[in-house]
């Protein structure tokens, strides 16, 4: 793979830490988690039962604990900012008093060690408080996106079997009041195992107190702020979390304590360099792994400030974002390519009628990014000063897998490529076979040997568990994802395996022919599929949407459909290009291909409850219909 380089970093270089991890990684691991508080230290650092890991077997330690107990009390934890404009300081001492009298309050409702309890809250800082006043108790929480319909809500509650569902009166969104509250009432109607719902006054709307419900305030201002934190097993389950469903019905991804704490507080320091004085600020929403490993936790068992922004990043308009960075005078800002996409389609100008020369680092997650949007994120908002880091990882790895550790070391970063492994991580890039690729050969990114943030299992199915991650290679953990290693080891993360094209024989990757379509300076946002073509095996067919301003012109559908064929070839012509107003997304902001995928073959079009926005799809469908018509 060709490619600029771009020679920043931070000063650091540690080449110890990589040495030391590839001697003996499970010794590397334990030295990590001893940087933790444990009660009890442990026997056996790994008990590899494969496909199943237990890491510091007979250690105790607690979430919760270490998230606050150890912290300085007076610093600032959370810079809240609602999306009406609300603002609250929370310091680490508030936010363990709060914490206590939670656990409290969920102990006298009868909830033990064990005990799923959901928790569909806004981002507000209770969301925080209600993810550790579980973890203190040793209950397992399960949180769900507050964007999630009733039924969405009732399958998660009824697969995780949550006794408590921690709730709030309603939570703004883009100008609207979701009524949660509400929601919540649909979707527990007949599921009588649940016996208390806890409501949090957000929003100023008036709702019906049933028989199981408990006001917020009542139950936490009347509980004691002393609570112990339980002292668990390092394996035991902190939470289940459902994954965003860009490929299929989301699966119930279940993760321990110890080796989780482990994987997340050592990523975060060297990914993010953290320092006393930064001010973090990470805009994914807690219901996400994102928000779960580098919001609710990582942060906070390092001891960092962080802003937490309760709505939509645009709004009330696509200023938002950078008003809030200036604001709190943000360091360190980590999002999602989704997100830079849809800033850069509104223009330089925005970002730079703002101050942002407090950032020194920025972070990307959650699909590939496309080479053009790292230069103007790397450009226009780091202003050539900050490293960018792409991380790749998943709801199963826990943590960052993938990515350039500005706080360890110092490497040429290149635009597109997620770089080398974490130290103590071993991947490879293999064929069908498992046999490792050539460099620079796309292949299947597998994983292995057990890392700490591993996923325990599927969440009551063991079978399922097995079947996903380890039957394609087995002994190995098989990601689902392609990649390519470059001749300098740079790794490539190319988006799912089974969105690969087959035109004519080539294997064309839709991330390669996204990014060259987003190239093109009046073009957004890109979405490719391909249609059954008698000739070619199969025809691709691109969604496009432009940059704000732009007219729609044959010549522009001409001048966008040349640059593919320069910078990929005539075989990835495009058969046809549609211009459209949105891409049908997950609500964690990433394409769903399948959707076109099926559309495009007339299948069904299965689990879609992670869907952001329905008239994405009617969109896409009308343009299938007059393509079909076309195609007789
Ligand atoms: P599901 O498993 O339900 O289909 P999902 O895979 O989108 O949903 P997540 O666990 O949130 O759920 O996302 C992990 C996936 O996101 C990875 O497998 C990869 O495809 C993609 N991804 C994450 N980070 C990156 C990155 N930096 N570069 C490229 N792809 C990434
Ligand atoms: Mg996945």
Redesign the pocket.
């Known amino acids: 793979m060709k490619s600029e380089t771009f020679d920043i970093g931070l000063g650091n270089n540690d080449s110890k830490t990589r040495a030391e991890a590839s001697s003996d990684y499970v010794m590397f691991w334990e030295k990590q988690a001893k940087k933790l508080h444990w009660f009890e230290p442990w026997q056996i650092p790994l008990e590899w039962n494969a496909p199943f890991s237990r890491w510091f077997v007979g250690g105790k330690t607690n979430a919760s604990y270490n998230a606050l107990d150890v912290q300085n009390k007076e610093k600032t934890a959370i810079l809240w900012e609602g999306e009406n404009g609300d603002r609250r300081t929370v310091s680490y001492g508030q936010l363990l008093s709060q914490t206590k009298r939670l656990a409290n309050a969920l102990k006298s409702l009868g909830i033990q060690k064990g005990d799923r309890v959901t928790i569909y809250l806004p981002m507000v800082p209770e969301l925080i408080t209600s993810i550790l006043a579980c973890a203190r108790i040793g209950a397992i929480h399960t949180v769900i996106f507050s964007g999630f319909s009733a039924a969405s809500i009732r399958d998660r509650v009824f697969d995780s079997k949550s006794k408590i569902i921690i709730t709030a009166d309603g939570g703004y969104r883009r100008g609207n009041t979701v009524k949660l509250k509400e929601i919540v009432d649909t979707a527990i109607q007949d599921l009588d195992f649940v016996k208390n719902v806890i409501v949090l006054k957000r929003a100023d709307i008036k709702i019906t107190m049933n028989k199981k419900d408990l006001h917020w305030g009542d139950a936490v201002e009347n509980s004691p702020d002393s609570c112990d934190a339980e002292r668990l097993e390092s394996s035991h389950p902190l939470f289940i979390l459902?994954?965003?469903?860009?490929?299929?019905?989301?699966?119930g991804?279940l993760h321990d304590t110890g080796g989780y704490l482990t994987h997340i507080s050592a990523t975060f320091r060297w990914a993010f360099d953290i320092k006393d004085s930064d001010v973090y600020y990470c805009t994914a929403d807690i219901g996400?792994?994102?928000g779960h490993s580098y919001v609710a936790y990582g942060p906070l068992i390092c001891g960092a400030t962080q802003v937490m922004y309760e709505g939509a990043p645009d709004y009330p308009g696509p200023a938002r974002l950078w008003e809030i960075i200036q604001r709190y005078k943000v360091t360190i800002l980590y999002t999602t390519?989704t997100a830079l996409r849809m800033f850069m389609k509104f223009g330089d100008s925005i970002p730079n009628s703002f101050d942002l020369s407090s950032l020194r680092l920025l972070g990307?997650?959650?699909?590939?990014?496309n080479p053009e949007v790292w230069k103007w994120y790397y450009t226009t908002i780091g202003k050539r000063r900050c490293p960018i880091i792409?991380?790749?990882?998943?709801?199963?790895?826990g943590g960052m897998m993938?990515?350039p550790l500005p706080g360890l070391e110092t490497i040429p970063l290149k635009p597109g490529s997620?770089s080398f492994p974490i130290p103590g991580v071993d991947v490879a890039v293999v064929d069908d076979a498992g046999a490792e690729v050539k460099p620079n050969t796309r292949g299947f990114l597998i994983i292995r040997k057990p890392w700490p943030g591993m996923l325990l299992t599927l969440w009551g199915d063991d079978a399922k568990y097995k079947e996903v991650y380890w039957s394609r290679y087995p002994g190995f953990y098989y990601?689902?994802?392609y990649a390519i290693r470059d001749g300098d080891g740079y790794l490539w993360?190319?988006?799912?395996a089974d969105d690969v094209l087959k035109v004519a024989g080539h294997r064309i990757g839709t991330?390669e022919l996204e990014s060259s379509l987003v190239s093109h300076h009046s073009i957004s946002e890109a979405a490719v599929c391909g249609v059954a073509d008698e000739i070619k095996g199969e025809a691709i067919i691109a969604f496009l949407v432009p940059k704000e301003g732009v007219a729609v012109t044959d010549v522009l559908k001409q001048e966008v459909i040349e640059q593919v064929r320069i910078q990929i070839g005539p075989i990835a012509t495009p058969q046809q290009i549609y211009f459209v107003s949105r891409l049908p997304k997950?609500r964690?902001g990433?394409i769903m291909r399948r959707l076109l995928k099926a559309m495009a073959r007339n299948e069904k079009i299965g689990d879609v409850s992670?869907l952001e926005d329905g008239a994405a799809v009617s969109e896409i469908q009308t343009a299938f219909d007059e393509l079909k018509k076309q195609l007789g």
């Open positions: 459902y994954t965003s469903g860009t490929t299929g019905k989301p699966k991804v996400w792994v994102t390519p990307t997650v959650g699909e590939p990014i792409d991380t790749w990882w998943q709801t199963e790895t993938i990515s997620g990601t689902g994802d993360l190319l988006g799912r991330a997950t964690s990433k992670t």
